[in-house]
């Protein structure tokens, strides 16, 4: 994929579900994952889902895929503290090898 | 636990400078590649290598350059070093040739070139 879009910042408090999205625009991208960023570390794989899938839930986390409109969604249910971060999107070809990434959402949690 | 290690984890270096950055890859992951994310942003692909053999490059100049060994280890050089340049660099394996199962990453190098 080449061009990944998310909104910039998100504020939600502590116990309520994050919604965070993000479009793409390769209509080839065969990979979708949600990556997280903690202040001064590296990128910690959270999930990922396969183009033909709708949905993937895993714990907390539930992916929601509309390939039509070319658009991925990542729901963290009862938000707490510690998911405060920055939370990358990112797709992949299969015929290609990079990850395409887009510029994070950071995701703070208010008491 | 093994998992993807990068040394060193700061650096400062002069503009015009070399700098070579290390990276060992989790254990049976024959596939690394390495990303430049600038203050702010989303990680850049720079390349990857498979096998020990490039097989994947970003847009970046030819003066970043790699190598990977048998050992699941990597290197990544840059030279004359450019402001530009100042970054962290992410190095990810994936026991997978086209990491279809997600890539693991390292904490980074944060290079400062001054």
């Known amino acids: 994929g080449e061009d990944v879009e998310q909104s910039l910042f998100l504020s939600v408090r502590e116990g309520d579900s994050s919604v965070i999205n993000c479009t793409y625009t390769d209509s080839s991208s065969t990979y979708l994952y949600w990556y997280k960023q903690e202040p001064g570390a590296g990128l910690q794989l959270l999930t990922y889902?396969?183009?033909?899938?709708d949905m993937k839930q895993d714990q907390r986390l539930t992916v929601l895929l509309n390939k039509k409109d070319k658009h991925l969604s990542l729901r963290i249910a009862d938000t707490q503290t510690g998911d405060s971060a920055i939370y990358f999107c990112a797709d992949a070809v299969s015929n290609d090898y990079k990850l395409s990434f887009g510029a994070g959402t950071t995701v703070t949690v208010r008491a | 636990e093994t998992g993807v290690t990068q040394s060193p984890t700061h650096l400062i270096k002069t503009r015009g400078q070399q700098v070579t950055l290390r990276c060992s890859s989790q254990s049976g992951h024959n596939t690394v590649s390495w990303y430049q994310q600038a203050l702010g942003q989303g990680p850049q692909f720079i390349f990857q290598?498979?096998?020990?053999?490039?097989?994947g490059r970003g847009n970046f100049p030819p003066r970043f350059s790699g190598l990977q060994f048998p050992n699941y280890s990597s290197e990544l050089n840059v030279n004359a070093l450019e402001l530009d340049d100042s970054a962290l660099y992410l190095c990810?394996?994936?026991?997978?040739?086209?990491?279809?199962?997600?890539?693991?990453f390292g904490s980074g190098t944060r290079l400062t070139v001054v």
């Open positions: 889902i396969f183009s033909n899938m």
């Open positions: 290598y498979y096998r020990e053999e490039e097989n």
């Open positions: 990810a394996s994936s026991p997978a040739e086209r990491g279809a199962y997600g890539y693991t």
